[in-house]
């Protein structure tokens, strides 16, 4: 029994996330503007977890989901004179232009843990962030294709997750891969309803 209640100790802070993440998913995927509430608390937990674990991208990408999530928020809420943003598809130069923003995050991100840090996950820690980073700001935007973004990272994390022994997020990021493919079609429903 002490066994357990030693291990729960030492994750307190990836449960408290693991909760986070559950309740902002929740309403990510009901397209509903609290996710943004979620997303100001779950990065200030999330920021421990990582760099105790040596993901300093992960921790460094919590900053700026900080600042994410009160643009999301504006954003999604919008002004009396003007709606909320509504569920859309990305245009094919903005893909392009995101996919092209990612490789370079992506190699920056890559260059600064490979020469700085100690990380020994370089390449999949900088990836994953590049790819938050783009998807993130997605998401603010309401594009329907953020979901494919969170599949690929969602998906990544689950096995860096487990590596870096980091176990209840590594379920937390099974839950977003499972959620993400099922919001991506619930998020379509959402776009054609909108058009009646």
Known sequence: ?????????????????????????YFEYHANALVWLFALVMPMVSMFVYFNAGLYADFAINIYYLLAAGYGLLKWRGTKQKKG????????????????????????????????????????????????????????????EQWVAWILVDAICVGLYIYKNIPFYAVLYA???????????????LMAAQAD
């Open 1 to 25: 029994m002490d066994l357990i209640f030693s291990y729960l100790s030492d994750h307190a802070l990836e449960l408290v996330g693991l909760l986070l993440g559950l309740g902002y998913l």
């Open 85 to 144: 943003v509504k569920i859309t598809n990305i245009s094919t130069p903005l893909a392009l232009l995101s996919i092209a923003a990612t490789l370079v995050i992506w190699l920056g991100i890559y260059l600064v843990l490979h020469y700085f840090t100690n990380s020994n996950v370089p390449v999949l820690d900088a990836l994953t962030t590049a790819v938050s980073i783009v998807g993130t700001w997605m998401l603010a935007r309401k594009y329907i």
């Open 175 to 189: 839950v977003y891969t499972v959620v993400a493919f099922f919001g991506y079609f619930k998020w379509r429903r």
